[in-house]
């Protein structure tokens, strides 16, 4: 009777190595067996390419450096680990995910950006910048969600320190007379009326969010924003952004993409999309074929390129350069109801001088329209010249 009791024991006691290299196996299979995607919709991005083997790279550990990436990426059933991992955390108290907290009302927000920062290179590069061009100069600094959003955020977060940065930032452009745009009031003022200025599954402003900070732009300058009333609003559901395809929270809900477009300029409007040397025209600023897509967010002016024009036939006169990281995308189709003409510069992929490009395009002024969390992490406006 002993014996069979110790037999049971050490049965019981092998049960968990048992599973183990059980699990192993199952899943060194279906590593092998499974079809390898390209492409991960859920995280909006291209998965890595199995490594190249040769011998200098086996030797200098760049084959096992790069096959761990590309073991992550097609482990099997990939999805469903990335989220339990996200929710382990959450349930761990952890607050969120990397580097995304999850926040009342659906909201999924990027921690603020990291103390170690580029403001004062950047800030430096714009500076330089206004020395070389005899052009009015202004920029518009979207504050970070987080900031704006507080009360959804965890009861535990890191600070937020949007005040500190837009004060030294607005000391810095003053001086050297460049114009700056302060929505921080604007939007905090909007927020608590019930308006939703930030999208809750990505880290830019909604359309509304675009124009609030248009329309505070606008006035700055002294020009008069278009109204609200003029445009027809059309709603897009099922929008999930770079925040949700960060975070692993697989199960927040997503959100609503509206497009505003004035019904006066249709047939009115042309945007040149250029590329190199090749420039292509199309007659609207929403491209719709990408609300069809896992990324629809470039339904504004297609999405990231090097050089973009608008121009609109009845707006008569008015050139602006806009220096710009992604949050200008919808705020361009309402710059374009006061400028006749608006080029928009993306530095990551633009490496002529845009000093020569605003002396050339006899531009009337230079606008510059960054979020804040690009802002302070950008290396391409260091290139600027």
Same mark, same amino acid.
């Given at each position: 009777?002993?014996?069979?009791?110790?037999?049971?024991?050490?049965?019981?006691?092998?049960?968990?190595?048992?599973?183990?290299?059980?699990?192993?196996?199952v899943?060194?299979?279906?590593?092998? $067996?499974?079809?390898? /995607?390209? @492409?991960?919709?859920?995280?909006?991005?291209?998965?890595?390419?199995?490594?190249?083997? *040769?011998?200098?790279?086996? /030797?200098?550990?760049?084959?096992?450096?790069?096959?761990?990436?590309y073991?992550?990426?097609?482990?099997?059933?990939r999805?469903?680990? #990335?989220?339990?991992?996200a929710?382990?955390?959450?349930?761990?108290?952890?607050?969120?995910?990397?580097?995304?907290?999850?926040?009342?009302?659906?909201?999924?927000?990027?921690a603020? $950006?990291?103390?170690? &920062?580029?403001? +004062?290179?950047?800030?430096?590069?714009?500076?330089?910048?206004?020395?070389?061009?005899d052009?009015?100069?202004?920029?518009?600094?979207?504050?970070?969600?987080?900031?704006?959003?507080?009360?959804?955020?965890p009861? #535990? !977060?890191?600070? @937020?320190?949007?005040?500190?940065?837009?004060?030294?930032?607005?000391?810095?452009?003053?001086?050297? %007379?460049?114009?700056? $745009?302060?929505?921080?009031?604007?939007?905090?003022?909007?927020?608590?009326?019930?308006?939703?200025?930030?999208?809750?599954?990505? !880290? !830019?402003? =909604?359309?509304?969010?675009?124009?609030?900070?248009? &329309?505070?732009?606008? =006035?700055?300058?002294?020009?008069?924003?278009?109204?609200?009333?003029e445009?027809?609003?059309?709603?897009?559901?099922?929008?999930?952004?770079?925040?949700?395809?960060?975070?692993?929270?697989?199960?927040?809900? %997503?959100?609503?993409?509206?497009l505003?477009?004035?019904?006066?300029?249709?047939?009115?409007?042309?945007?040149?999309?250029?590329?190199?040397?090749?420039?292509?025209?199309?007659?609207?600023?929403?491209?719709?074929?990408?609300?069809?897509?896992?990324?629809?967010?470039?339904?504004?002016i297609? %999405?990231?390129?090097?050089?973009?024009?608008?121009? *609109?036939? *009845?707006?008569?006169?008015?050139?602006?350069? #806009?220096?710009?990281?992604?949050?200008? !995308?919808?705020?361009?189709?309402?710059?374009?109801? +006061?400028? +006749?003409?608006?080029?928009? $510069?993306?530095?990551? @992929?633009?490496?002529?001088?845009?000093?020569e490009?605003?002396?050339?395009?006899?531009?009337?002024?230079?606008?510059?329209?960054?979020?804040?969390? &690009?802002?302070? =992490?950008?290396?391409?406006?260091?290139?600027?010249?």
């Amino acid at each position: 009777m002993k014996g069979a009791v110790i037999v049971i024991m050490k049965k019981r006691l092998l049960l968990p190595t048992i599973v183990f290299l059980l699990f192993i196996f199952v899943t060194a299979v279906l590593f092998i $067996v499974t079809p390898k /995607a390209d @492409y991960s919709s859920y995280e909006k991005r291209y998965l890595e390419d199995f490594p190249e083997a *040769n011998l200098q790279a086996i /030797a200098d550990g760049e084959f096992g450096e790069n096959f761990e990436k590309y073991l992550a990426d097609h482990f099997p059933v990939r999805n469903m680990w #990335v989220g339990l991992n996200a929710y382990i955390n959450l349930l761990s108290g952890n607050n969120g995910s990397n580097g995304v907290y999850n926040c009342d009302e659906g909201y999924l927000i990027n921690a603020p $950006v990291s103390d170690d &920062n580029r403001i +004062n290179t950047n800030l430096g590069a714009l500076t330089d910048f206004k020395d070389k061009i005899d052009v009015k100069m202004t920029f518009l600094l979207a504050p970070s969600t987080g900031y704006i959003m507080k009360d959804e955020l965890p009861i #535990v !977060h890191d600070e @937020y320190k949007d005040d500190d940065y837009f004060s030294k930032i607005k000391s810095t452009l003053d001086d050297k %007379g460049i114009g700056f $745009v302060d929505v921080r009031s604007r939007f905090k003022s909007e927020v608590q009326s019930g308006n939703q200025l930030y999208y809750r599954t990505d !880290h !830019h402003w =909604t359309t509304l969010g675009a124009y609030t900070a248009y &329309n505070q732009l606008m =006035t700055t300058l002294g020009k008069s924003p278009a109204k609200k009333s003029e445009f027809r609003v059309e709603s897009c559901p099922d929008f999930y952004g770079t925040t949700y395809s960060t975070s692993g929270f697989w199960f927040n809900m %997503g959100d609503k993409i509206k497009l505003w477009q004035n019904p006066k300029n249709d047939k009115k409007i042309t945007l040149d999309i250029t590329e190199g040397t090749e420039t292509k025209r199309y007659d609207t600023m929403y491209f719709t074929k990408h609300l069809n897509e896992d990324d629809k967010y470039p339904v504004f002016i297609d %999405g990231n390129h090097a050089l973009e024009t608008i121009t *609109n036939k *009845n707006v008569k006169s008015g050139k602006a350069l #806009v220096i710009k990281d992604s949050f200008a !995308h919808s705020m361009a189709p309402f710059l374009a109801e +006061n400028y +006749n003409t608006v080029t928009l $510069v993306d530095l990551r @992929y633009y490496k002529n001088s845009i000093s020569e490009l605003v002396k050339n395009g006899k531009y009337d002024e230079v606008l510059v329209v960054y979020g804040i969390d &690009n802002f302070a =992490t950008d290396t391409d406006l260091v290139w600027l010249s």
